[in-house]
Every structure is written in C-alpha cells, then in structure tokens.
C-alpha cells in the first residue's frame, strides 16, 4: 500500500485530534520517513491548528492541514538553479555525486537526453567517474545510444582533467550543459573534498563564467538513510540540489521533507523508470497531495 493511501485511511473516520490521535499520526509520519523531532513538530502544528478550528467533521479537513502545513516548509522554494527552457546559450557544469548503486550514470544520460530532446539544448557526457572502467564502459554506451558526445579518459585517470577536457569540448561546439559522472565509492571526506577541490579549480579556471552545480543523488526506496547519505556529502562539499531515483518504486518519501527543511536541500528532478524519459522536474505540490493521500 502507497504511504498516502495509509494516511488517506488514518485521517478517515476519526474522532476530533486529541493526544492519542497526534501521537499516532507522529508515528505514522515517521514510518513515512519523517524525522522524529519533525514529525513531532508537525503534529504539533496540526494540533495547534484543529483547536482554532470549530468546524464540523474537522478530522475530514486534516489530510488539507498538512498539506497546507507541508507547503510551508522549505520544499515549497523550488531550486531556480535551472531554467532549462529559457536559459541562455551561457554554459552549466552539472557534478553528479553519491554512492555506488543509486544510479548517477543513468542519471546523467536522463538528464542528457532531457536537456536536448525537450529542451532543445546541446549537451557532453564526461565520464569523471575514472575509478570503474565499468562506468566508463556505461556512459560511452548511453552516449552511442544518444548520439551524444562522451569525454572519457583511461581507467585510473584523474576525473579532474576529464572534466577539463569536457569543457574544452563544450566550449568549442558550442554546448549548453556538460553532465559529469563522478565515482561512487565511499570517500573519506578528505579525499572527496580535496577531489572536488581540484574540479572547482579547473571549473574557475577553464570557465569562469558558467554555472556550475553540484547535484546528490539518492535512492528514493533508502529512506533515511539517503538523508544520512545527504548529510555526509553536504557536509563535505556544500550541494546545491538532489536528484531522487526510483521514485516509482518508493511507497512513503517523509525523507524529500527532511533534506528540504534540515539540509535546505531542494529536490531538483525525480526519476520514476528506467527509459530515458523516465525523468522530470520535481513538482512539490504534487508531491505534497500524492504524501497526503488527496492525489
């Protein structure tokens, strides 16, 4: 059973909040993937709420109240770090960062093919991910089945001259976007902050003036343990958005509030299958009723 049919269920048929009923929707947030000091705050809230309102039937209102109460939090300021559409021909740096498993380079070729087929914009590949041959081996196969261009070095490289040389290549053929895959391998922080480092030196020193964004993704069907995923990399190396994967496959998703209120990280896109188009712009009212059960 979806998570927003659980709590479509929950907010059925109940008698007018009162502690036992706050306490039981506490624990149903949580098991939705809800932070225990948040779900407890927005119980609180909801409470606080149910009392100012003298209306009739109001346990039928409380799936609204916490969309509405949802919807104040930070996942409502959506990530205007792109405008895919209307941007310009000035050239965006895209860092796919995160752990082996949850589907980076997958994630690039998605973004690959979004960017040019819906938005007309020309993208490369670079597969900075030098620590697997297998994931060289895997963007260049997306990049044949694109027909997009993959920067790739040898098995062992540095992905920092990768990345240098994808945006001589973008710079050259006039290219909106380079999408870089990076490895996914357990880091110490040391090491991932000092390989990052090394990118952002040759981003500012190769291409000043482009955009450069560093984007986590995370398995959606991981639950909290993407927010400790996204604590670690935030921590490190200062993200500037999410890309959840699987998303189809996830029955709660509590943990999209958490990364937006807690780490002011904003969802960016979603991947909901494993086409290529299987990609979109996350959408936080829709998700909000889809958590609520009024989807």
Known sequence: MKFGERLKNFFSGKPVINDELADDLCDLLIEGDFGAAQAYK???????????????NLQQKLAQLLIEELDKLYINKPAHLLDEENDDNNLTAI???????????????????????KY?????????DTFRAAAIDQLKIHGQKLDMRVVA???????????????????????????????????????????????????????????????????ATTGRNAFSQAEIF????????????????????????????????????????EKYADIERFNHVKFANEFAGTA
Do not use: W
Not at 42 to 55: F, P, V
């Open 95 to 117: 860092l796919l960062l995160g752990v082996n498993g949850v589907g980076k380079t997958t994630t690039a070729a998605k973004l690959c093919s979004l960017f040019n087929i």
């Open 234 to 273: 935030n921590s490190a190396i200062s993200l500037d958005g999410v890309i959840l994967t699987k998303y189809d496959s996830t029955a709660k998703g509590g943990v999209i509030f958490s990364l937006a209120e807690e780490l002011r990280l904003p969802v960016v896109y979603i991947c909901t299958g």
């Open 153 to 219: 070095h040898k098995q062992g490289g540095d992905p920092a001259a990768v990345v240098y040389d994808a945006l001589e290549a973008a710079i050259s053929s006039g290219a909106s976007y380079i999408i870089a895959d990076t490895a996914g391998r357990m880091h110490t922080k040391s090491a991932l902050v000092e390989e990052l480092r090394k990118i952002d030196r040759v981003v500012e020193s190769r291409a000043k003036d482009a955009r450069y964004l560093k984007f986590l993704v995370l398995d």
């Open 42 to 56: 927005m119980t609180e809230l909801l409470k606080e709420r149910c009392k100012k309102d003298k209306s009739d």
């Open 120 to 128: 007309n914009k020309k993208s490369i590949l670079a597969a900075a």
